[in-house]
Antibody, heavy 121, light 107 residues
């Protein structure tokens, strides 16, 4: 069964840092791009970032560019989201989502259960 | 950035009803559109890709259509498990963007 599982969420003060992790299983991890998507309390979905299968290509939403860094370790089937300079508006459930194998045009076919990040003093 | 606008923001319907949700892109996106279903407290579920192709395992009462800027998601006969929020998402270019969501409620 194809699965992705996030971890690393928690409570952090404004200006602080947090690193999220996502482990993929049940497929050839290194061949598939991985995304992070977030959802603020009571709000809709917001795409955050993507990293290609080999890790050489990344994209970010403007709202996180320069503060968040996505990376991956294919030897451990893991993707990370390093979040720095956190703001209250970064408070959200963060989902890891696997790209559909045909490519980013086709959407995100498998999602994790989410990990909650709360930025508050 | 491509803006995605869904309408209506919410709809009340009964079991057995036909429900149609509209998604409009601020510029042409060919058929690079996906639809997701999300239930409260749960992760989104992938329903449709390339505007009209049903993901494996998704019931055939769900269908999608459209190209360019205008798209629709139709549920032909609403079932109790279909009450949820639905999101469209464009896959034409980065940043990927989602519509604001349409909540399908019990009438």
């Amino acid at each position: 069964e194809v699965q992705v599982l996030e971890s690393g969420g928690g409570l952090v003060q404004p200006g602080g840092s947090l690193r999220l992790s996502c482990v993929g299983s049940g497929y050839t991890f290194s061949r598939i791009s991985m995304n992070w998507v977030r959802q603020a309390p009571g709000k809709g979905l917001e795409w955050v970032s993507v990293i290609s299968g080999n890790g050489r290509s990344t994209e970010y939403a403007d709202s996180v560019k320069g503060r968040f860094t996505i990376s991956r370790d294919n030897s451990k089937n893991t993707v990370h989201l390093q979040m720095n300079s956190l703001r209250a508006e970064d408070t959200a459930v963060y989902y890891c989502a696997k790209e559909e194998p045909k490519g980013y045009h086709y959407g995100m076919d498998v999602w994790g259960q989410g990990t909650t990040v709360t930025v508050s003093s | 950035d491509i803006q995605m606008t869904q309408s209506p923001s919410s709809v009340s319907a009964s079991v057995g009803d036909r429900v149609t949700i509209t998604c409009r892109a601020s510029q042409g996106i060919s058929n690079w559109l996906a639809w997701y279903q999300q239930k409260p407290g749960k992760a989104p579920k992938f329903l449709i890709y390339a505007a009209s192709s049903l993901q494996s395992g998704v019931p055939s009462r769900f269908s999608g259509s459209g190209s360019g800027t205008d798209f629709t998601l139709t549920i032909s006969s609403l079932q109790p498990e279909d009450f949820a929020t639905y999101y469209c998402q464009q896959g034409n270019s980065f940043p990927l963007t989602f519509g604001g969501g349409t909540r399908v409620e019990i009438k």
